[in-house]
């Protein structure tokens, strides 16, 4: 076979295996963002939201996110997630790259669906940026964004782990949905508690308010790839592990017995 024929099969087959997946992911992050941030309108026309509603927002869009979705992609919805699950190996750097793309695009999706259907006094505002509070540095909102996340990660690598030793547990998405509540509760005061990248791109992205975003970028992402390491080769009980197979999705599927 020529190598633009074998090249071309290739990518074919690549495709009909994580399209799903992919799709998966752009859904679910495009609703993650949409419904979460929705939670931050102002109630009333006052300017004041009670960190409840976005902390519980975000945490039980994550649970019916990861029930619905979790099965075809493993409901990362986070490129923080995505590298975590890389760096676990549990992602190929292909299939990571895929799931960055539709992740993104998906959030930028979500918060366009939102502004359309918000009313225009809210929706001219930066409704939605991450920035951290009055008196909080950079440096400091960084770190911040980093130990939430490296929290997050923590659970996911928690869950993983347990998917291979054969102990799937049925209250995942439960326990990944408080998770992130109580995460939005402890930071989203100081920095919004963001936790991803893409759900803070998307309204910078739409807003034009670049301010501060490195911070939702190197926080999230470093915490992220920290955790992933920590436990594979320091918490988990057997560090060095075989590599995963290409075809193996990233939370809850089963093995392929081929």
């Not at 869009?61 to 590298?83: E, I």
Request: with cysteine.
């Amino acid at each position: 076979m020529p190598t633009d024929e074998r090249e071309s099969a290739g990518v074919a087959a690549w495709l009909r295996r994580w399209w799903r997946a992919l799709l998966a992911e752009l859904l679910a992050t495009a609703l993650l963002v949409w419904l979460g941030v929705a939670a931050m309108m102002p109630v009333r026309g006052t300017q004041h939201v009670m960190l409840a509603h976005p902390a519980m927002a975000f945490g039980f869009v994550v649970v019916g996110n990861a029930c619905a979705f979790g099965p075809a992609s493993g409901a990362h919805m986070n490129p923080a997630v995505t590298l975590a699950a890389l760096l676990y190996g549990r992602l190929g750097a292909l299939p990571a790259l895929g799931y960055l793309l539709a992740q993104m695009l998906g959030a930028v999706l979500g918060f366009g669906a939102l502004l359309a259907t918000t009313p225009a006094a809210a929706a001219a505002s930066p409704l939605g940026c991450t920035l951290p509070a009055p008196g909080v540095s950079a440096l400091a909102a960084a770190v911040l964004e980093a130990a939430l996340t490296g929290v997050l990660v923590l659970a996911c690598c928690g869950l993983w782990r347990a998917h291979d030793d054969a102990r799937p547990d049925p209250a995942a998405p439960i326990k990944l949905g408080l998770v992130v509540a109580g995460l939005v509760y402890a930071g989203g005061h100081a920095t919004g508690a963001s936790i991803n990248p893409a759900r803070s791109f998307a309204p910078a992205l739409l807003h034009g308010h670049w301010d501060y975003q490195w911070v939702y970028w190197t926080g999230p992402l470093g915490g992220a790839a920290l955790a992933a390491l920590l436990h594979r080769w320091v918490l988990s009980p057997l560090a060095v592990r075989a590599p995963r197979a290409e075809h193996d999705l990233p939370l809850n599927d089963k093995l392929d017995p081929a």
